[in-house]
């Protein structure tokens, strides 16, 4: 089976053809300004080379930074109203309050809370109230809002009262986008809020970058169906991408997990991604990357959902070099690399020229830097080294030397040899791991539940049955499906054989 894996990230715009696992062809293009450009170029050069075959690719799989960068950058957004079902409780911190006051200013239309919510033993709060849920449909209705955020209060555990108030939006406002809290977040009111609400002010842009990526592919003559790769490793159907956008955040760091994990045959190591701009350090646990249990802030807002462990450094190919003091980045050049890095005929001092300068790359033109001092050379290289093992070693849950896989266009930066690392690991194709993890993605299906009154061993197969129909329901071959991760947390505080249980499958898509 045949597919195209194509990864958007800030500097470059990967593109590789699979065959089953094998590498048919890959391409490296300039990412651009509007991103479906990009995307159609390297599409157009990855037919060139592979002809024939790349039209028969069964998916086209992408990985795009388009909608984490709406929300860090402020832009793109539409605004939101949020319904919190939770009185008489949890009124004092009200939806939005714990937002950065610029990105609240552009979001928050309108606040609505109502009776309603869950005790954490799944007793109710209050009885959800009908007429007050119809009420307010009928004002959102007429204030021509866009999208809304439904949250109640533990509805992990119980969704009834935010369904019923999707019924309700669904019934007296139809054209509305509405996210509910449940589908998304896990257990923490506000910071399961804000994943809803972020979601819903990407709604429209969700829609039209969909709509691009889906152009960019017929443009190119490829009738394959699209996917987008999401945080956890796996894959999302354009339409599901659509409904849930902040599933695919952190799909770049995820995607080069996934893609060293193949390229090397090693289900359990630390990768890092050199790109143009960062280095992403994650740990690679049975193939997949390891999740995140923490709150992860996303453009300032604390948010507690799925997504990968990752430790993201300012070290990147086109990282600046400034002199005067001597001083290593943050800042890069991005996708101005090719034309401000000196190699390239440019004046600006980069991370690239002075791997080109120690000889571990030959790019552009290297004796456009044979001038730069031994000194500055061994200062950088000191540079480089000390921030890789500090970030390895705050990656690390545990003593002892473990193998790295090095990826990324920038992987000729990584050092051969570093304290806590028993082997560095340069694969081939590892300029286009992100594309081929996204080429390679699976479906999820996940489940975080508290369960009651059922003994451990229940519990765990539940959630595995719960989790399993989820994956097959958003498109994974039954006979593909494995477990992935399993976690169960015993609540002691809560009465009855109470147990926290975690599961995440994947399996193989069924019509790809």
Not at 159 to 182: I, M, Q, Y
Not at 258 to 269: E, I, K, P, T, Y
Not at 438 to 450: F, L, N, P, R, Y
């Amino acid at each position: 089976m045949k597919r195209i894996g194509i990864d958007v990230g800030g500097t470059n715009t990967d593109a590789v053809l699979l065959d089953g696992a094998r590498v048919v062809a890959a391409v490296k293009s300039p990412t651009t300004a509007d991103v479906t450009t990009g995307i159609r170029a390297a599409l157009a050069e990855l037919i060139a080379r592979a002809s024939q075959e790349t039209h028969e690719a069964g998916a086209v799989i992408i990985g795009t930074t388009h909608f984490v960068n709406a929300v860090v950058e402020r832009q793109r957004l539409n605004r939101v109203t949020a319904i919190r079902i939770c009185l008489p409780a949890s009124s004092s911190l009200p939806p939005f309050v714990d937002w950065p006051s610029d990105l609240r200013a552009l979001v928050e239309h309108e606040t609505i809370l109502l009776p309603g919510g869950y005790e954490v033993d799944g007793a109710e709060i209050a009885a959800f109230d009908d007429r007050l849920m119809e009420d307010a449909a009928r004002r959102i209705a007429d204030s021509g809002v866009e999208a809304v955020a439904v949250s109640g209060v533990f509805s992990p555990l119980r969704g009834d009262h935010e369904l019923r108030a999707a019924e309700a939006l669904e019934k007296f406002c139809p054209g509305v986008n509405v996210t509910l809290s449940r589908d998304l977040g896990r257990m923490g009111l506000l910071e399961r809020e804000n994943v809803a609400l972020m979601n819903a002010a990407l709604a429209n842009l969700a829609k039209t970058t969909t709509l691009a990526f889906r152009d960019a592919i017929a443009a190119s003559g490829i009738s394959a169906k699209l996917y987008l790769t999401q945080n956890d490793g796996t894959v999302l159907s354009a339409k599901a991408a659509e409904r849930a956008p902040v599933l695919c955040f952190s799909s770049g760091p995820t995607n080069s997990m996934r893609g060293a994990a193949s390229l090397s045959g090693l289900a359990n190591a630390v990768v890092i991604d050199v790109g143009g701009t960062t280095s992403d350090i994650g740990m690679l646990v049975n193939g997949f990357p390891r999740q995140a249990n923490g709150v992860v802030e996303i453009g300032g807002v604390r948010t507690l959902f799925r997504m990968p462990d990752v430790l993201c450094l300012g070290l990147g190919g086109g990282t600046r070099i400034h002199a005067d003091p001597l001083c290593l980045g943050p800042d890069s050049v991005g996708y101005r690399l090719t034309q401000e890095g000196r190699v390239f005929g440019g004046d600006v001092l980069t991370a690239t020229d002075m791997g080109v300068a120690r000889g571990r790359a030959i790019i552009g033109a290297p004796e456009r830097v044979a001038n730069i001092p031994a000194a500055t050379l061994d200062w950088f290289d000191a540079e480089v080294k000390t921030m890789l093992e500090d970030g390895i070693d705050s990656m690390k849950t545990r003593a002892g030397d473990v193998p790295l896989i090095a990826v990324g266009g920038g992987s000729f930066l990584i050092p051969e040899s570093l304290r806590g690392v028993s082997d560095v690991l340069f694969v081939e194709h590892h300029d286009v791991a992100n594309a081929v993890g996204a080429a390679m993605a699976k479906i999820s299906g996940e489940v975080d539940q508290v369960f009651n009154n059922i003994g451990r061993e229940d519990a765990i197969r539940t959630a595995i049955a719960m989790a399993e129909e989820r994956a097959l329901n958003a498109g994974a071959a039954p006979s593909s499906i494995e477990t992935i991760e399993v976690e169960d947390l015993p609540m002691a505080y809560m009465p009855g054989d109470s147990r926290r249980v975690r599961v995440r499958v994947a399996g193989e898509l069924a019509d790809a």
